[in-house]
Every structure is written in structure tokens, then in C-alpha cells.
């Protein structure tokens, strides 16, 4: 390679980092959480499957609830239903839109991270983030997992350069233990 | 990523699915379709008369109306002071809260300043202080709150921005005046986070000195589009990107007076112009329009019944000459009075500068951005009994799961 092409090599590595710095690390609604925060901040985590979802108008305020049915438990004591709230929905002629958050097809199972709100009813850890859609493999009946914000990258400062660090067609065997290990290292 | 990365990541994802053979058709379409940009939809109630409703169940995409200060925000002047959370350069109480106007008149200048639109200055009202600590609420009034708790916020929530919008004429919320037209919003209000003492943003003059704060411009310009109507793009580049720049960085340049839209990407201007169209502009006016099918129709899902094309793709439009992305757009449906939407892989991006040639790509939204970052385009375009009661039933349908596994090829028009 001539000192022209080595040169024009660099220029080109040069720009592809500066690109690279003034690309994304957080979501606009949303701070990225490492997997132990997410397990840290959830009172529960739980397999579920959504029922049905009605939307009604409180405190002035449009919120969709969410029924789920709950499978099992991975964190935490839940009853045999959850409702989970979120903003947004539709109510009679006026539709509230709130970009971000997860949405869910009655049948669908999901393992959802918790944060208590008010009795049954129930708040997602960071949106998409604690939002892991379970995948069965017609074939094989395997199951993976997979994180709603899974190809969010972020910036890791220590290595200066940016990694994706969600779940991505994971096992549900594995990412089971990935929470379980996080909790034993929590009551530590 | 450059355009060069992203197809080297496009042939990646080739290599993966090849199960799935798709054909790219290049022809002309006369009905709505997905238009480029991703914007929030809304189905009007048909239920209702045709003169307030339209008689249509074909989806519109929520707007702002752009009269003489149609669009007008009041800005709560309470801010987090236990910690601080917005950081200014001026620490006098006055000058901080101008500081922090400044800088909301600028985002809202940032949008208003895109060639060959509807939308400008002088349909933006002056924003106004109120010292109130819960501006924010379904009023009718579009507010901006810095220090204003929600149920909504969980650890790991920034911001969020509600978008009110009526599905008929004559809707009225709180004080704000009746709607006038199908699709327009009513309400929009943007939620900073107060909570999370580990979160601070600060305006452009004091961002280099706090680094590890949000840069307060870029978050409040990316709210303000969904003020305006928008849901989130796939284009990287794009201020509608859903993911925010790192703390202490900013989206693309600042606004200077002779480029004041400079941190927006073609793909945001592209939108505007759809969304907003000047109808004396003559400038912006091409429009690329084509269908998404596969060669193997089998391969479509089975349910719901009558889909005949691959939707969810992200198709992007690529200036030839260039190579820059121009526009992306959410492909997949189309819609022809009195509706409702058909699944037939329609896509079409407009606002195109006419006299340039483009290149046009697809790809499955299973890239940096996916299905739930946009599914208030996708998951609104539809409504049915079972999500309105006496819907009726010519003019319902219901939505597909967008195609995540496909590759595309080529072929000219039949």
C-alpha cells in the first residue's frame, strides 16, 4: 500500500470515528440499564401472558392497562393476574400517542421486569428495557429470548467504543439463570 | 454508520435469511401509503358522520395546524433544584431561565426553519413562562415540564412526550379550541425527568463544562418532533432516531444562522415536508412509490387474512449521485377511500427534490431500530370491533406483524 492509499486509509478510519462519537448511546425517553440495574430496580420479574388491554382516562390522563396472566415467577410475589400500566391509549375521540413504550398481542408471552405501582397494578423498569419477548421455535420447540431495546448500542467509556449489550435470541434456560444469578448476587 | 456500513450490514442480513426471496417493484400508485418519515396515525372514527369524520377509514397522520401561532407552548419555569437538573452557564435566576428559553425557541426554530414547507416561524407562537408545578396535563395547551413527577416515569425513563390527537372535527380538550380538522393534535406535552438524581441536561453554553449531562437542545428538538406529529425514524443520522446522543455530545451541528435546521438529517427535512407540505412549493415535490411482495407468496403470514405483501420494511431512499440517505419511510400498506388500510407492501417516500435520481433499498426493521421503537406508525393504521365496539365491519381490519426476516432483490416494473 502506497503512502497515499495508507494515508487516505487513515482519513477514512479517522471519519468513521468521529461518526462513530456523535452516534447514540441512550434512547431519547430512556437510560440505558445494565442488566443488573434492571434486575435491581424490578420488585418482579415474572413469564407472563397478555390477556386483553383496556384504556381509560384518569387524573386527566390517558393510560393503557394491560392484563397479563402470570406463568411464573422469578422475582418477587405476584398474584395469578397483573395489570400493567402505561401511558398512552385510546379513549373515546381522542388518541394519546407516547413513543416507546412496549405494546402486546393478547396470547403473546413475555418475561417482564416490575416495579410495583398500586396493588395489582404494575409499571415496566424502563420501557422496551424490561421488556423480553419469548420466541418458540416452530421446529425444535426451543424458546429464546429476546430484549425489546436489544440493538441498543452503548458508548462504554472504558474501551471508548460502542457495544450492544441486550439480549438477543438468548435461551430461556440461560437468561432464567442470568436472572437468578443476579438476584443471588444482589441478597449478597 | 455511513451508507457504505449500512449496506455491508444489509448484505449480512442477506446472507441470514435467504429462506425468504422478495421482489422490489418500482411502480406508480395513486392511493395513500406509507409515507416517508414514520409518523403517528390515526384511523377517523367512521363511526361518526362524513362531515366530521371523512367517511374514510383510511389512516392520517397526526398534525399540527400551521395558521398565524397555531402552535403555541407554555414552558413550566419550576426546575429540580435538590439536585439541579437543568444545568445553564448563567447561574442567575433570571439568566438561567433565559438561558433555557433560548434554547427551547431555538429547537422549535430548528424545525421551523426547513425549505419548502408550511411550517414556519410564523406559525409558532412566542413560548410563555408559567410558574405553575404541573403545567403538564391533558389541557388542551401544549407544555414543556422540567421538574414535573409522573406516574409514568420507572428508573431508566429521560423524557417523554404525550401526543393528544382527535379522530374527528369538533373535538375539544380542556381550554384548547375544538379540533378543525381530522388527525389534529390537541395536545402535545414534553416530560423531562426530575427524579433520577443521577440525570442532568444542560443547555449548549453549559455542556462542555458538564459532560456528563444530557445536551438539553438535542433531547428537547427530538421531543418536539413528536410534538409535531412524528414517531421515530430508522435513518441514523435522522434528530427522529429514537436514541439520544451520548451525555455531553450533540445530534449532528448546531443551528447557525445561515443553516438554522443544520441539526436535522435530510431524512427530518424530507418528513417535514410531507407532513407539512407548502402547496407553493414546486421545489420538493417527487415522490417515489413501489410495492414490497414476495416471490413466494406462501411465505405471507396466514394471519390476519388478505395480506399480499411484506410490511414493516424500511425502505430508504438514496440520493445517486451522493449517496446520501435522503429519506426512510415504513413500508407496507396503502389506503384507498373509504379504506380501511390494505397490507399489499405498498411504500411510497415524497417530498423528494425533483430533477436528482435516487436509489432505493429495503430492509427489515431488525436492525438499531425495531418495531417497538415505531409502533405508534404501525400498530394505529387499523381499527375494528374488537378495539371499537359497532366499528363496522367493510371497514375494519387489523394489523400484521411486521416481516422481520426477508432479502430483497430487484425488478423493473411489470
Redesign the interface.
Known amino acids: 500500500m502506497s503512502y497515499k492509499d495508507r494515508r487516505r486509509v487513515l482519513w477514512v478510519l479517522f471519519l ?1 470515528g468521529l ?1 462513530l ?13 445494565r442488566f443488573q ?2 434486575v435491581h ?1 424490578s420488585n418482579s420479574i415474572a413469564r407472563v401472558r397478555c390477556l386483553r388491554a383496556d384504556t381509560r382516562m384518569e387524573n ?4 393503557t392497562d394491560t392484563t397479563f396472566r402470570v406463568l411464573s415467577r422469578n422475582k418477587g410475589y405476584l398474584p395469578e393476574e397483573i395489570d400493567v ?4 391509549g ?1 379513549f373515546q ?11 402486546f ?1 393478547p396470547g403473546e408471552e413475555v418475561y417482564l421486569f416490575l ?1 410495583a ?1 398500586n396493588g395489582n397494578q404494575f ?9 423480553f419477548r419469548i420466541h418458540r421455535d416452530l421446529r425444535s420447540g426451543g424458546e429464546t429470548v429476546t430484549q ?6 452503548v ?1 462504554d467509556s472504558a474501551s471508548n467504543s460502542f457495544t450492544k449489550s441486550g439480549f438477543k435470541n438468548v435461551a430461556v434456560n440461560a437468561f432464567e439463570q442470568r436472572i437468578h444469578r443476579e438476584i443471588s448476587r444482589e441478597s449478597e | 454508520m455511513t451508507f457504505g456500513e449500512k449496506e455491508k450490514t444489509m448484505q449480512n442480513t442477506l446472507r441470514q435469511f435467504t429462506s425468504l426471496a422478495i421482489t422490489l417493484l418500482l411502480v406508480l400508485w395513486s392511493v395513500i401509503t406509507a409515507q416517508g418519515y414514520a409518523f403517528n396515525e390515526i384511523v377517523p372514527d367512521v363511526r361518526q358522520p362524513g362531515g366530521v369524520s371523512s367517511g374514510s377509514a383510511c389512516p392520517v397522520p397526526s398534525h399540527q395546524l400551521t395558521s398565524a401561532a397555531a402552535i403555541a407552548f407554555r414552558w413550566s419555569t419550576m426546575l429540580g433544584t435538590n439536585p439541579k437538573t437543568i444545568l445553564t452557564q448563567n447561574q442567575t435566576p433570571s439568566g438561567s431561565l433565559n438561558e433555557i428559553e433560548q434554547v427551547i425557541q431555538q429547537s422549535l426554530s430548528i424545525w421551523t426553519s426547513v425549505a419548502g414547507t408550511a411550517l414556519t416561524a410564523a406559525s409558532v407562537a412566542p413560548p410563555v413562562r408559567n410558574s405553575s408545578a404541573n403545567l403538564c396535563g391533558s389541557d388542551g395547551i401544549n407544555s414543556i415540564c422540567f421538574d414535573q413527577p409522573d406516574m409514568a416515569f420507572t428508573p431508566g425513563v429521560l423524557a417523554f412526550t404525550r401526543v393528544i390527537t382527535a379522530d374527528q372535527i369538533g373535538i375539544q380538550l380542556g381550554s384548547g379550541a375544538p379540533s378543525a380538522q381530522v388527525g389534529q393534535i390537541l395536545d402535545a406535552d414534553i416530560y423531562f425527568n426530575p427524579s433520577d438524581s443521577l440525570v442532568t441536561f444542560s443547555t449548549p453554553l453549559a455542556l462542555a463544562a458538564n459532560p456528563k449531562s444530557y445536551d438539553l437542545e438535542s433531547l428537547l428538538t427530538h421531543e418536539l418532533g413528536h410534538t409535531l406529529g412524528f414517531s421515530h425514524s430508522a435513518v441514523w443520522s435522522a434528530m427522529m432516531f429514537p436514541f439520544a446522543p451520548a451525555p455531553g455530545t450533540f445530534t449532528g451541528m448546531r443551528p447557525t444562522a445561515q443553516l438554522p435546521d443544520a441539526p436535522l438529517a435530510d431524512d427530518d427535512r424530507t418528513g417535514t415536508r410531507v407532513l407539512y407540505h407548502d402547496p407553493a412549493d414546486t421545489q420538493f415535490i417527487g415522490s417515489l412509490q413501489g410495492h414490497i411482495i414476495p416471490a413466494n407468496p406462501l411465505s405471507l403470514p396466514a394471519s390476519p387474512p388478505g395480506v399480499t405483501g411484506i410490511f414493516g420494511a424500511h425502505v430508504v431512499a438514496v440520493d445517486a449521485a451522493s449517496g446520501a440517505v435522503i429519506a426512510g419511510t415504513i413500508g407496507g400498506w396503502s389506503c384507498q377511500a373509504p379504506g380501511p388500510a390494505q397490507f399489499d407492501g405498498t411504500y411510497q417516500i415524497s417530498g423528494l427534490a425533483v430533477n436528482r435520481s435516487y436509489k432505493i433499498y429495503a430492509e427489515p426493521l431488525n436492525g438499531a431500530v425495531g418495531p417497538a421503537e415505531v409502533s405508534n406508525a404501525i400498530s394505529s393504521l387499523c381499527r375494528n370491533a374488537t378495539t371499537d365496539p359497532g366499528w363496522p365491519p367493510l371497514q375494519s381490519c387489523v394489523v400484521p406483524a411486521p416481516s422481520l426476516e426477508f432479502t430483497t432483490a430487484t425488478r423493473s416494473s411489470p
Open positions: 468513521i461518526a462519537l456523535a452516534v447514540v448511546a441512550q434512547a431519547t425517553t430512556l437510560v440505558r440499564l440495574d434492571l430496580h386527566g390522563e390517558i393510560w400500566r402505561q401511558p398512552g385510546q375521540h381522542l388518541h394519546s400517542h407516547v413513543d416507546g413504550t412496549p405494546e398481542r416495579a405501582h409499571l415496566i423498569v424502563g420501557w422496551s428495557q424490561g421488556t425489546d431495546s436489544a440493538e441498543t448500542p458508548f
